[in-house]
């Protein structure tokens, strides 16, 4: 089992920014792949960002220039900086973990990002 704790959501104005983070804990596998996805009311979930535990990483076109994917291997924690925010960027932002190779995946409880003046 992995439990994910997310945090760092909140209000912000259109052209601001926010740093959310993800701490992983429990059965973890050093080959892995963590990332963010998010769901806007209404909408599918999307993915936003992934990084490997190798360091390789992929964006959605709708991150890319704005939002950065990092992670410290040796805490098991990914972040995902956010800038130049837009309002189509409010949605609930979920953290997942999945062991490469392996098809489940485990998910945080999601944290609320909204952007609004």
């Known amino acids: 089992q992995v439990q994910l704790v997310e945090s760092g959501g909140g209000l912000v104005q259109p052209g601001g920014s926010l740093r959310l983070s993800c701490a992983a804990s429990?059965?973890?596998?050093?080959?892995?792949?963590m990332g963010w996805y998010r769901q806007a009311l209404g909408k599918q979930r999307e993915l936003v960002a992934i990084v490997t535990s190798g360091g390789m990483t992929n964006y959605a076109d709708s991150a890319k220039g704005r939002f950065t994917i990092s992670r410290d291997n040796a805490e098991n924690t990914v972040y995902l900086q956010m800038n130049s925010l837009k309002p189509e960027d409010t949605a609930v932002y979920y953290c997942?973990?999945?062991?490469?190779?392996?098809?489940?995946?485990?998910w945080g409880q999601g944290t609320q990002v909204t952007v609004s003046s």
């Open positions: 997942f973990y999945k062991r490469l190779g392996v098809a489940d995946a485990y």
């Open positions: 429990g059965s973890i596998f050093s080959m892995n792949v």
